[in-house]
């Protein structure tokens, strides 16, 4: 395309443990990881020199004269955008149990936090319009992704009761989930100015859907993932006999 070779996206990671045994059969562990996704591309529009070629008028979200022109906005390119990140920052306790005839029982807890401004892959990034228009398509896309739950636990094991019955268990909850709430830009320019109070569009939304009017495209009224949904969980029990063999008897 003239704008030079694409560059492999990658991770920096970072990860730490630390494991010690604590009784006969029974350790815990603790992990930290902190992981950065950098170097993705998509597609963006040419007139976006600043991002594709780091010069031109630096954009800005206040002044109109830096925005990109929606109706000029007939040619584009793929690039490695600087502006699609993930983060991904987590702290893991995991507790094991272990006696072999009659138990075992795992238990881990994580805290985590996944944010970033796009989810999309290599396989996925051209057709969206994410990155094209700015600032209609750049706004409030930083913040909590799909995957994002700040608390996981999970508990799975078994216990063999008297009477050769064998009780076992997989269970997990997970804080709430998020979602984001966007407003589509036809329907945003078309709403009555109660409507519009009423869903919580700002003047400055309105002005972003209106520049970028000819873009089919949604608006983010809230930063990415800033709404709330709810708590998920999930239990197995089961309950099953021991099958022995029988007792061999001397001929």
Not at 64 to 93: G, H, K, L
Not at 136 to 155: C, I, P, Q, S, W
Not at 160 to 169: A, C, F
């Amino acid at each position: 395309l003239g704008l030079g070779d694409l560059e492999a996206p990658y991770a920096d990671e970072l990860i730490v443990g630390f494991e010690q045994q604590i009784l006969d059969n029974t350790s815990f562990e603790l992990s930290y990881v902190d992981k950065k996704t950098r170097g993705l591309f998509g597609d963006t529009c040419l007139n976006n020199t600043w991002m594709l070629f780091g010069e031109g008028v630096p954009f800005d979200y206040d002044d109109p004269s830096t925005w990109t022109n929606a109706n000029q906005c007939a040619d584009f390119a793929v690039a490695n955008i600087s502006y699609m990140v993930r983060d991904y920052e987590a702290i893991m306790f995991k507790f094991e149990s272990r006696e072999t005839d009659w138990m075992h029982l795992m238990l881990s807890y994580t805290w985590s936090e996944s944010e970033g401004s796009s989810d999309e892959d290599a396989s996925g990034g051209y057709d969206e319009p994410d990155f094209d228009v700015f600032p209609l398509t750049f706004y409030n896309k930083y913040g909590y992704m799909a995957d994002h739950r700040e608390h996981r636990v999970k508990l799975s094991g078994y216990l063999l009761l008297p009477w050769d019955v064998t009780v076992g268990l997989d269970g997990w909850w997970s804080s709430a989930g998020v979602y984001t709430v966007t407003a589509d830009c036809a329907t945003v320019l078309a709403a009555s100015d109660a409507a519009l109070d009423a869903a919580g569009i700002t003047d400055e939304m309105f002005s972003y859907c209106q520049h970028g009017e000819r873009w089919n495209t949604d608006i983010f009224v809230t930063p990415r993932g800033g709404a709330d949904g709810e708590d998920s969980y999930g239990l197995d029990l089961q309950l099953s006999p021991v099958q022995r063999q029988p007792d061999l008897i001397p001929l």
